[in-house]
Nanobody, 119 residues
Framework: QVQLVESGGGLVQAGGSLRLSCAAS????????MGWFRQAPGKEREFVAA????????YYTISVNGRFTISRDNAKNTVYLQMNSLKPEDTAVYYC????????????WGQGTQVTVSS
């Protein structure tokens, strides 16, 4: 069982930056691909970014490509999401998840962290 805890959310003005962190409870973390997802009020949860277990490949949804960067530190059991040039439409609860990117199936989820971007 992998437990995931997100942090780093908050309130920021449009154009600003935030860095989200997701800490995993155990070393098995390094065997999983990691993803970031978000859910805005009244909308379905959507994929944001993913990184393979080795960090060798990264994937982004089109709306964040060039603004967000996903990275991981397997020695620290942590995955990050650096978010730059934030827009009001980025406002959502952000979740990290551990699983297999190629299948789209994620076994473990964090509790989420709120990101609010004011205009």
């Amino acid at each position: 069982q992998v437990q995931l805890v997100e942090s780093g959310g908050g309130l920021v003005q449009a154009g600003g930056s935030l860095r989200l962190s997701c800490a995993a409870s155990e070393r098995a973390f390094s065997r999983y691909d990691m993803g970031w997802f978000r859910q805005a009020p009244g909308k379905e949860r959507e994929f944001v970014a993913a990184i393979t277990w080795s960090g060798g490949r990264r994937y982004y949804t089109i709306s964040v490509n060039g603004r967000f960067t996903i990275s991981r530190d397997n020695a620290k059991n942590t995955v990050y999401l650096q978010m730059n040039s934030l827009k009001p439409e980025d406002t959502a609860v952000y979740y990290c998840a551990a699983g297999v990117y190629s299948t789209g199936f994620y076994d473990y989820w964090g509790q989420g962290t709120q990101v609010t971007v004011s205009s």
